[in-house]
């Protein structure tokens, strides 16, 4: 089976190898068929990959030892999700797992975009192939997943705080993001080597970028929620730099979706998308190069290896490559349309540009710092949480703002008389919230006073383009209102679509500003029979108890929770002990309380051997809104990705060809 897959990576080699050599010459003579093999080639690139996969995942349902892979990353009493899941627990399986996607959404892409432009299409090929190049490279001749052994008797284990059942969704969704932002690179360095700098790049890629930010947005609360209840320090996001290594390219990617808005619309910002491309698809290479080369420590970076060197040569490659071709079509990029006013939704979506990129920069040199500092001094100086915190609130305050703004300035200009109307309601809303929260005593952090401010205000906008977009589609088609709010987002599912994802992030900032800003903590050591209070939760004390689980020791501390008068059941944190790992982790406890949006949160941070527990109890208002808006955050996606057929036939009359839709 070890053959088969070597075998398989090795076919896989050799025909991307063929898409980027075969396909860069046909494009370059104009050869169709040529350039038809060459796409086929990509598409047989991901059956000899999904081989590869599968022989792999195999290794691991048999617990087939032979494989180092699967013996360094599985035992014989792991239970089996985690054994399939252990196929991207290091950096052999994480590749694997990349070149799989990639390959599947090249071909994918080819197969729902050979309507589109010839040319264009042709020089994407041999830019999908020449990725895959590296990571078949690197899989066949650097870091195989298929090597060999006598067999033990047993495997090393999974690292603890991967067997979690998060971790069978977060490192998947993740890899979709990363790898499906190059397919919108290809196409915009497909753009440039062909000529065809117009939108129609931006057109058939959209939904792909669509789904690549979404992923990686679902990818990173999924990490976060497994970081809230896994790794048992009270949060769920600590600016550790493979958390931000998966949040600069989502970041780069919303400013770009942003940006093509104003392209499209008004043919501007042309150069600026095409940097914002390569920086979104550098970011998530580079994301990758930090989780599996080794080069920083981290909570999330699993594995130590010596890949790291490739992949900087390859970002190098890329970003250069890139920049190439971007000052070599210059000229085809100079827009002559300019922006006619400060006041105007360009304007406020240029604004928008400028503060995520700005963001997106402050965390990637707080990511590399230290690398560079100890490349240059021999001493790594890690950069802390108040830098992150502090640019978080400059950058992210400004843009919760703009988000209510734009949606409700025109499109060129705006007159003031006209915005004075506009943002009355929305304002008063904003003031009515300021004095609530001051008045049940939020004013004591002003960030938290001003984030739930900006937050009403903005979902007052984007209430307020509802109720004027269902007012205005009944009184043109009558019926119910509900049939006509339902017609108003068919209509138009990109633009309401992404309101809806708008009010994702208010629901996501004011959990933020509530888990963080007003928590409670209280640290106390208990001996049975005692209590704490905290916040007005009781928690007392009761029993101690261990058992036994599938493939560690379970040790609980059992603590009855009440309120004033009235019970609210039991909590059990405690500890799991790993004997084949021989590790030990964390298991809190957590009681949500739906209604109010908090939670009770308990680890059992030290279990002495009298039996008697030091506990660390926080209550986090407002946290369940950050889970909470994920799932708005999916549904708001979702509307933007559905097709819509009018949509699809403006722009193919738009664009002169039947196949400009976008299919992706």
């Not at 095409?274 to 998530?284: D, E, P, R």
């Not at 006619?340 to 406020?348: G, I, K, N, Q």
């Not at 509530?514 to 009781?538: D, I, P």
Request: net charge positive; with cysteine; proline share 4%.
């Amino acid at each position: 089976m070890a053959e088969l897959g070597r075998a398989a990576l090795v076919l896989t080699f050799g025909l991307v190898v063929y898409a980027l050599a075969a396909g860069a010459y046909a494009a370059a003579a104009r050869r169709r068929r040529l350039a038809r093999s060459a796409q086929n080639a990509l598409l047989a690139a991901f059956i000899s990959t999904a081989v590869a996969a599968g022989v792999l995942w195999a290794a691991f349902a048999r617990r087939d030892f032979s494989f180092v892979y699967v013996a360094n990353h599985s035992a014989l009493k792991l239970p089996l999700a985690y054994r399939l899941s252990a196929f991207w627990g290091g950096q052999e399986g994480s590749l694997l797992l990349w070149l799989l996607i990639l390959t599947g959404f090249s071909a994918a892409a080819v197969l729902l975009d050979r309507r589109a432009t010839r040319e264009l299409l042709a020089w994407v090929t041999p830019v999908l192939g020449g990725v895959a190049c590296f990571f078949a490279f690197m899989l066949v001749f650097v870091a195989s997943p298929f090597g060999t052994q006598v067999a033990p008797a047993d495997g090393a284990g999974l690292n603890p705080s991967l067997q979690n059942p998060y971790m069978l969704a977060h490192p998947p969704m993740l890899y979709l993001g990363y790898v499906g932002l190059t397919i919108p690179w290809a196409f915009g360095m497909g753009a440039l080597l062909s000529g065809r700098t117009d939108e129609r790049w931006i057109v058939a890629t959209r939904r792909w970028t669509l789904a690549a930010w979404m992923f990686l947005g679902i990818g990173q609360l999924l990490g976060s929620h497994w970081a809230y209840v896994e790794v048992g320090w009270g949060g769920y996001y600590a600016w550790d730099p493979v958390e931000n290594a998966a949040l600069m390219p989502w970041l780069a990617a919303t400013a770009f979706l942003h940006s093509v808005m104003i392209q499209e619309k008004r043919g501007m910002l042309r150069v600026w998308n095409m940097l914002l491309v390569i920086l979104a698809f550098g970011l998530s290479l580079f994301g990758t190069f930090l989780t599996r080369s080794g080069v920083i420590n981290s909570i999330h970076s699993f594995t130590q290896s010596s890949i790291g060197p490739w992949f900087l040569g390859f970002i190098g490659v890329v970003v250069a490559f890139s920049l190439t071709l971007v000052f070599w079509r210059l000229p085809l990029l100079r827009s002559k349309t300019k922006l006619e006013s400060l006041v105007s939704r360009e304007a406020t979506f240029l604004y928008n540009n400028l503060l995520l990129v700005a963001l997106t920069l402050t965390i990637l040199w707080g990511v590399t710092f230290p690398i560079l500092s100890e490349a240059v001094r021999g001493t790594a100086i890690t950069v802390s949480k108040p830098y992150y915190n502090f640019f978080l609130r400059s950058f992210g305050l400004p843009l919760l703002l703009l988000m209510g703004i734009g949606p409700l300035v025109p499109w060129r200009r705006a007159s003031l008389r006209s915005l004075e109307r506009t943002f009355l309601w929305p304002l008063g809303i904003a003031v009515a919230a300021g004095v609530v929260v001051i008045a049940f005593g939020g004013g004591s952090s002003k960030i938290g006073l001003i984030t739930y401010t900006f937050a009403a205000f903005v979902a007052a906008s984007i209430g307020l383009e509802f109720v004027r977009g269902t007012r205005a589609r009944h009184a043109l088609t009558g019926g119910s209102w509900v049939v006509a709010f339902g017609g108003l987002v068919a209509r138009n599912r990109r633009r309401y679509g992404g309101y809806v994802v708008h009010a994702a992030i208010v629901l996501l900032a004011v959990g933020i500003a509530g888990s963080s800003l007003y928590q409670t903590v209280r640290e106390q050591k208990l001996q049975r029979g005692q209590s704490m209070t905290v916040a007005g939760y009781t928690l007392a004390y009761r029993s101690f108890q261990t058992k036994q689980g599938p493939n560690s020791t379970e040790s609980r501390a059992l603590l009855a929770v009440s309120r004033g008068k009235h019970s609210l059941g039991t909590l059990d944190p405690g500890k799991n002990f790993y004997p084949v790992e021989q590790q030990t982790s964390n298991e809190v406890a957590i009681r949500p309380n739906w209604a109010t949006g908090e939670d009770l949160y308990v680890i059992a941070d030290q279990i002495d051997a009298d039996g008697s527990v030091y506990f660390k109890v926080l209550v986090k208002p407002a946290v369940n809104l950050i889970w909470l808006a994920g799932f708005v955050f999916v549904l708001g996606s979702v509307i933007a990705l559905w097709p819509d057929a009018r949509e699809e036939r403006r722009l193919a009359e738009r664009y002169g060809t039947a196949g400009a839709a976008v299919r992706a």
